[in-house]
């Protein structure tokens, strides 16, 4: 069965050449596309797609508010977002609002295929050039003290929230989850770190090179 496909973008020349170039192997079905944010909302709700691939830049709102509405009301759908922003502010609000995927738009076919397939699984994908920019800087946290269980995305975006200062509670509302939920995320942050609270995750988060601070 072929993965249904939604692509949200403005342009729709961008959005043409994607779906060819999507449908050519076969694999994927491009039930529905969206110009808006809106007609995106829409055609969630009425063509049923798998995974929705979305620009963040859109004319009637930005694809990140677009996002947390449609995870609100469609949990099982997978979202990846493919845009030309790099910067590592939009990738972890995308990733901790519950993007599956953060692609850039010089990625190759391979790396969006490759992407697609990958969500459907369950696994979490970002294109290397921004992979590098936010999570690799957490990785030397995980090589110093988690032994072999590395921190998931929504982990190390929990993490990053905490050095930043945030209360369970800020977080919570960052995140668009239950202070329980964030409660379990910093628990499980606190045994992969070899940590017992908090502080001591703070104190060897930032003292490893380049966590993330707030106001850097």
């Known amino acids: 069965m072929r993965t249904r496909i939604l692509v949200v973008d403005d342009h729709p020349i961008f959005?043409?050449?994607?779906?060819?170039?999507?449908e050519l192997g076969g694999a994927f079905e491009v039930v529905a596309e969206a110009g808006t944010s809106q007609e995106a909302l829409e055609k969630v709700r009425s063509c049923n797609p798998d995974v929705?691939?979305?620009?963040?830049?859109?004319?009637?709102?930005?694809g990140i508010t677009t996002l947390k509405q449609?995870?609100?009301?469609?949990?099982?759908?997978?979202?990846?977002?493919?845009?030309?922003?790099?910067?590592?502010r939009f990738v972890l609000e995308a990733v901790s609002s519950g993007a599956a995927g953060y692609l850039v738009k010089s990625s190759t076919y391979k790396e969006i295929e490759h992407a697609l397939e990958?969500?459907?699984?369950?696994?979490?994908v970002l294109s290397p050039v921004v992979a590098k920019a936010v999570f690799g800087k957490v990785s030397a946290i995980e090589s110093a003290?988690?032994?072999d269980e590395p921190l998931t995305l929504r982990e190390k975006a929990t993490l990053t929230y905490l050095c930043e200062g945030m209360s369970n509670k800020a977080?919570?509302?960052?995140?668009?989850?239950?202070?329980?939920?964030?409660?379990?995320?910093l628990q499980t942050v606190y045994r992969k770190l070899g940590v017992n609270n908090r502080t001591q995750a703070v104190t060897k988060a930032t003292g490893m090179r380049g966590i993330?601070?707030?106001n850097e």
């Open 145 to 147: 003290g988690a032994g």
């Open 15 to 22: 959005r043409e050449g994607l779906k060819g170039l999507l």
């Open 52 to 62: 929705v691939l979305m620009d963040i830049s859109l004319p009637d709102a930005d």
């Open 212 to 214: 993330v601070r707030k």
């Open 118 to 124: 990958a969500v459907q699984t369950g696994r979490a």
């Open 171 to 185: 977080i919570a509302r960052k995140m668009y989850l239950s202070e329980n939920t964030v409660k379990t995320h």
């Open 70 to 88: 449609i995870r609100a009301s469609r949990p099982d759908v997978s979202i990846v977002m493919l845009t030309m922003y790099t910067d590592d």
